[in-house]
T-cell receptor, first 112, second 115 residues
Framework: KAGVTQTPRYLIKTRGQQVTLSCSPISGHRSVSWYQQTPGQGLQFLFEYFSETQRNKGNFPGRFSGRQFSNSRSEMNVSTLELGDSALYLC???????????FGSGTRLTVV | GENVEQHPSTLSVQEGDSAVIKCTYSDSASNYFPWYKQELGKGPQLIIDIRSNVGEKKDQRIAVTLNKTAKHFSLHITETQPEDSAVYFCAASRTSGAAGNKLTFGGGTRVLVKP
């Protein structure tokens, strides 16, 4: 079966712009989480959604937001991009809240 | 909040030898401990996980042990092969009903298996 699909794979944006990343979970998975991966900070939790509701939020500024749609697909948005937002953004899905996550291949965001 | 420490940061082993990666966690309420393998250009792949009601779990050449009292867990890879070369991450979370499953990751271990 298809895995977690993230689009686009690569993105280059300019400081001050905003960006929207998309994630399609594995069919039947209702929980979606987002993580940021950087060489300096490692893998850090952004937020988790289940049944269109945000269940958890990490320690990121309000410029980072997300949502989940009724078909479980999710988007995350970063406004007023900063150079430090350059990272690999990973989406992960799970059947429900307390099961193991399957990660997508990520979206590599570069802010210039 | 939870803090996960992972050691070593790099590990070089000869093909056929064993590799051991160790993690410690700070939150005694954590009850779910997955291990992920990440290859270049890919997202982390879940390779094995263990819950706090189990002390050890094995899947072919991979095993994980958990010591709740000491708050540490370890990944053991036996008979290593070149395709085991990757970055491995441990993680911990407190899964609890509607609270969800927020994973706190260790810093990663880069494993190199030399043929």
């Amino acid at each position: 079966k298809a895995g977690v699909t993230q689009t686009p794979r690569y993105l280059i944006k300019t400081r001050g712009q905003q960006v929207t990343l998309s994630c399609s979970p594995i069919s039947g998975h209702r929980s979606v989480s987002w993580y940021q991966q950087t060489p300096g900070q490692g893998l850090q939790f952004l937020f988790e959604y289940f049944s269109e509701t945000q269940r958890n939020k990490g320690n990121f500024p309000g410029r980072f937001s997300g949502r989940q749609f009724s078909n479980s697909r999710s988007e995350m948005n970063v406004s007023t991009l900063e150079l430090g937002d350059s990272a690999l953004y990973l989406c992960a899905s799970s059947i429900t809240l307390n099961y193991g996550y399957t990660f997508g291949s990520g979206t590599r965001l570069t802010v210039v | 909040g939870e803090n996960v420490e992972q050691h070593p940061s790099t590990l070089s082993v000869q093909e056929g030898d064993s590799a051991v990666i160790k993690c410690t966690y700070s939150d005694s309420a954590s009850n779910y401990f997955p291990w992920y393998k990440q290859e270049l250009g890919k997202g982390p792949q879940l390779i094995i996980d263990i819950r706090s009601n189990v002390g050890e779990k094995k899947d072919q050449r991979i095993a994980v042990t958990l010591n709740k009292t000491a708050k540490h867990f370890s990944l053991h890879i036996t008979e290593t092969q070149p395709e085991d070369s990757a970055v491995y991450f441990c993680a911990a979370s407190r899964t609890s009903g509607a609270a969800g499953n927020k994973l706190t990751f260790g810093g990663g271990t880069r494993v190199l298996v030399k043929p």
